[in-house]
């Protein structure tokens, strides 16, 4: 058997059912080698060829020559008084990204990243300011989970210690469709990850095309970044509104919960003092969402260096909240979780050389809302 240069060998991080099945018949294999090899992989973490030892010698033989295992590098770790775990991961020579674990009493959820920055531009986030400099391919997106779980010390046939996925990291998802939709599915097979599809949730500024596509091609919990209550506010706060306004972005929503028969679409709104956190707000939001398939969650803003947003007032927050709910909004404050080590929602930065010469705020100044 010729070797084959670790450069080109395969990252079965990467590959779905159906491609790992590809794949393994591409050996001469047949193809429920492919889910031997998914349960390895995924029910027991094991990345070391030679130690899956229910699989035939010269399939492992095989295996060692083509593929690798392969998750992303971690440069440094942070931990959190309540419990938060940061890790910066490297993604090129100067690029890295974050990934975070907040556990709670009843759940563990981790927060993992789809892109190396972020193009969107929106205001309030700090993954924003570094700009953006390239897509995560499906195994660095899938390698982050199975990182986290060997980190956290989960033991095959053990009690799960990440119950929950939100691709609510750094960039957004929508943007890299191709890759981040086949990591989902790993997630949500049987055979890989086998997490409920309501507890994962893809969260987006608004790609509206792409929500429509997202509901042909798999099925997970949507999250959407609402944050204004009208396209005035939300233009100059999520620059992306400008090509698609609320009224386009909520019929996506709806199209999405009809389609994937889901119980609802969580709204984020981040409280920014004096900004988007009046009462008159709240009524407006209500007006969008009464009646509605949809819950939202109030998020305190978390401050970064060099932005001149302040958080809302706790009052302030309780107020709009309460409006909300006394309109028949299900509303929730979320409670703010590592941002002593700056993982909290809005802080995440990483490593980011900047590809983007013109910000998409100065790009869609002027584009015609039809």
């Known amino acids: 058997m010729n070797e084959v240069a670790p450069a080109t060998r395969v990252n079965l991080l990467g590959l779905e059912r159906a491609g790992l099945e590809a794949f393994v018949s591409s050996l001469g294999n047949k193809p429920f080698r492919a889910r031997q090899l998914m349960s390895w992989l995924y029910k027991r ?25 392969a998750t992303p590098e971690i440069v440094s770790r ?4 309540d419990g938060t775990r940061k890790w910066l991961l490297r993604a090129d020579a100067g690029q ?3 990934m975070v674990y907040i556990p709670e009493t009843d759940r563990g959820t981790l927060c993992i990243s789809s892109q190396v920055g972020c193009a969107l531009d929106c ?33 095959p046939g053990g009690q799960r210690i990440v119950t929950n996925v939100v691709l609510m990291g750094m960039g957004e998802p929508l943007a890299n469709f191709r890759a981040v939709v086949p990591a989902i599915r790993i997630m949500l097979d049987d055979l890989g990850f086998d997490i409920s599809r309501r507890r994962v949730t893809l969260s987006t500024s608004g790609l509206v095309p792409q929500i429509y596509k997202l509901a042909e091609e798999t099925n997970c919990a949507l999250a959407v970044s609402l944050h204004a209550p009208n396209d005035a506010l939300r233009n100059e706060l999520v620059p992306i509104n400008r090509k698609h ?12 919960i009809d389609e994937q028969n889901g119980r609802s679409v969580t709204f984020e709104y981040v409280m920014l003092d004096g900004v988007n956190d009046q009462v008159a707000h709240a009524r407006e939001l209500a007006e969008l ?14 401050p970064f260096p060099g932005t001149s947003f302040r958080r809302s007032p706790a009052p302030v927050i309780a107020r709009f909240r309460d409006e909300l709910i006394q309109r028949g909004v299900l509303a929730t404050i979320r409670r703010t979780r590592g941002d002593d080590i700056d993982a909290a929602c809005g802080q995440l930065a990483g490593r980011v050389q900047d590809r983007v010469r013109v910000r998409l705020g100065d790009k869609l100044i002027g584009v015609t809302v039809q």
């Open 96 to 98: 890295a990204f974050e």
């Open 245 to 256: 306004p609320i009224a386009e972005l909520l019929d996506a929503c709806w199209h999405y």
């Open 78 to 81: 942070h931990d959190s008084a």
């Open 45 to 69: 973490g094991e990345g070391d060829f030679a130690a899956m030892t229910d699989l035939a010698r010269d399939f492992r033989a095989q295996l060692a020559a083509h593929a690798i295992v």
């Open 123 to 155: 205001a309030f986030c700090s993954t924003a300011q570094q700009g953006f400099n390239r897509n995560l391919d499906t195994a660095e997106i899938v390698g982050q989970l199975w990182l986290a779980n060997r980190e956290l010390g989960f033991e």
């Open 289 to 302: 969402l009464k009646h509605k398939p949809a819950k939202l969650n109030l998020i305190p803003f978390n």
